[in-house]
């Protein structure tokens, strides 16, 4: 299955997906001197970049988006660690990994800080179907992770992102498998 990958941050996502093989074929950004970006770069993979000041409106560049993605021929995309509410889930199947057990702490980038705050015992990683409604799609994976006595936000995340390349690997090929190789899943 080609993949379109979105990147905001440091790319450990991208980085996992490059390692294991999956046939990436663009990466976009809103960051262009973000990490993900640099790993797309660094491996020749076509990269976007659209900055939301490049742009008149959000539905603009989530247009430009989905033009480069489309025309690069990507099957599904991955939001790993975007940092932006988009609308390609309306052309694409789309998928998105979040730092925790959702429903528990969605519809932010503070997830990790909200549980700590909160004191659960046990926080994760989920992949789920982007929709509408911000981090509330339907559930392809999850793992859960321990939250140990003296965690830091940055201890936390770091575990939970070595949960995240287990489950976002297992969540693409679960919709390898249910899609088909060969089926289009951009739609017009």
């Known amino acids: 299955m080609r993949l379109g990958v979105l990147v905001s941050g440091r790319g450990t996502n991208l980085h996992n997906l490059i390692d294991r093989d999956f046939e990436i074929v663009a990466v976009a950004t809103n960051r262009p001197s973000c990490g993900g970006a640099t790993i797309a770069r660094e491996n020749g993979i076509p990269l976007g970049e659209f900055p939301q000041k490049a742009f008149a409106s959000r539905e603009a560049r989530d247009a430009a988006m989905g033009n480069f993605f489309a025309a690069l021929g990507a099957e599904l995309l991955v939001s790993a660690g975007y940092d932006r509410i988009h609308d390609l889930h309306r052309r694409f199947t789309t998928i998105n990994i979040h730092p925790s057990l959702l429903p528990a702490f969605g519809g932010g980038m503070d997830a990790v800080r909200q549980a700590l705050d909160y004191g659960v015992k046990l926080s994760g990683a989920t992949v789920h179907l982007v929709t509408d409604e911000v981090d509330a799609g339907p559930i392809l994976a ?22 995240e390349s287990r489950i976002l690997p297992e969540a693409i090929h679960m919709l390898e498998s249910r899609l088909g190789a060969t089926s289009p899943t951009f739609r017009q």
């Open 142 to 163: 999850q793992e859960a992770v321990p939250v140990l006595e003296g965690d830091t936000e940055r201890t936390l995340l770091e575990r939970i992102h070595q949960a």
